[in-house]
Structures are given as structure tokens and as C-alpha cells.
């Protein structure tokens, strides 16, 4: 079992920033991906950002340019930087963790509200 903490979300105003972390424990294979996704009320949950152990990163088109995704390996924590927030970034971030598959296969965090006002 591995076991997902999220912290970091809060309020902000449109053009802020805010940081999430994540930890990881538990029963975590050297090979894995973590990423982050978020879900909007009414809307389904959707990859914001991920990243490789090995470092390759991927992102959402509609955070390119304003989101950054890093980890850090020997504390099996995984960052967002969100920068130049937006009132669409609003919704429930949530991070996972997955060794084979889709994220469907791997673990969740209990989720981290951001809200961003205009």
C-alpha cells in the first residue's frame, strides 16, 4: 500500500501563486510516475501535470507556461508550482502515485482544495 499526503492549497487571487506537495510512504517502487490532477465541480478529474522518477515531465496544454512539476526522490515528494493563476484553475487538486498502467491503477491523495478569485 502506499499512502498519498497532499498540503499547500488555499485562496488566492487571479496572477497569484501557490505551491502543492505531496508525500509518499509506504510500498513505492524505484520506477514510478506521480502527478498531479485536478477536478472542477461538474466536471470530470483531469491530468494538470506528471513526472517520471527519471524526470520527464508532462503537462496539461492549459497549464504550459504557468505550472512547473518537480520531485524530489529521496523524500518521494512531488511539487506543483502554480503560477499566474487563473479563476479556471479553481477545483480539487489531487495527487497520485502509479508504478505500471494508468493512474486509475495506482493511489490517490484525499485531495487539496485551490480556489482562485477573479
Known amino acids: 500500500q502506499v499512502q498519498l499526503v497532499e498540503s499547500g492549497g488555499g485562496l488566492v487571487q487571479a496572477g497569484g501563486s501557490l505551491r502543492l506537495s505531496c508525500a509518499a510512504s509506504g510500498n513505492i517502487f524505484s520506477f514510478n510516475t506521480m502527478g498531479w490532477y485536478r477536478q472542477a465541480p461538474g466536471k470530470q478529474r483531469e491530468l494538470v501535470a506528471d513526472?517520471?522518477?527519471?524526470?520527464?515531465?508532462n503537462y496539461a496544454d492549459f497549464v504550459k507556461g504557468r505550472f512547473t512539476i518537480s520531485r524530489d526522490g529521496a523524500k518521494n515528494t512531488v511539487y506543483l508550482q502554480m503560477n499566474s493563476l487563473k479563476p479556471e484553475d479553481t477545483g480539487v487538486y489531487y495527487c497520485?502515485?502509479?508504478?505500471?498502467?494508468?493512474?486509475?491503477?495506482?493511489?490517490w491523495g484525499q485531495g487539496t482544495q485551490v480556489t482562485v478569485s477573479s
Open positions: 513526472i517520471t522518477n527519471f524526470g520527464n515531465a
Open positions: 497520485n502515485l502509479r508504478h505500471v498502467g494508468t493512474p486509475a491503477d495506482g493511489y
